[in-house]
């Protein structure tokens, strides 16, 4: 679908919407934490790719991988731009509720299974660098102070962790 959506097939990408809104809805959702801005990521997700669906090479990633990061960045880029005009006295009601996020019962199956598993290799310390960074969008800082560790161990250890994560879903 992909390919002849970057020949301006119309038909092609309204049958991706159908197939793939749902679990991009959820990795908005699960990021931005408010319904009417992961609507606005997802509208901006799918002009993503009709822009670029020229560029996708699947190079070793699966279509709905790539999918899944396109929404991922542009939900976290939306996150980052809201959270510079926040107030800081807000923050703790941003915090993740316990229990199931829409995301992870969207994602609860296909890939999401191998990137548990990839993920549950890693070590602690390691696991919720990767997580913070992400899934929920924080920066290195944050994780830094966070994690009680120096920024660029923060650096080291998401830069070892997305190569281990990326032999681990080679296999």
């Given at each position: ?13 309204s ?6 809104s749902?679990?991009?809805?959820g ?33 070793g ?16 880029d ?8 926040e ?18 019962a ?15 290799e ?45 032999e681990?879903?080679?296999?």
């Amino acid at each position: 679908m992909i390919a002849r959506i970057s020949l301006a097939d119309r038909r092609a990408f309204s049958q991706l919407y159908d197939s793939t809104s749902s679990k991009l809805f959820g990795v908005c959702l699960r990021v931005l934490k408010n319904r009417a801005a992961a609507e606005d990521a997802l509208q901006e997700t799918y002009m993503k790719v009709w822009r670029y669906a020229s560029k996708y090479q699947s190079g070793g990633i699966s279509p709905m991988t790539w999918l899944i990061t396109i929404a991922r960045n542009t939900a976290i880029d939306k996150l980052r731009a809201t959270r510079q005009a926040e107030d800081i006295s807000g923050m703790h009601e941003t915090l993740a509720a316990p229990g199931l996020t829409p995301e992870q019962a969207v994602i609860a199956g296909g890939e999401a299974t191998r990137i548990a598993v990839c993920l549950a290799e890693l070590d602690d310390p390691r696991d919720r660098a990767v997580r913070g960074a992400y899934l929920e969008g924080r920066s290195y800082a944050e994780l830094a102070e966070t994690l009680n560790v120096p920024l660029n161990t923060v650096r080291t250890w998401l830069r070892r962790s997305l190569i281990s994560l990326k032999e681990c879903m080679s296999k």
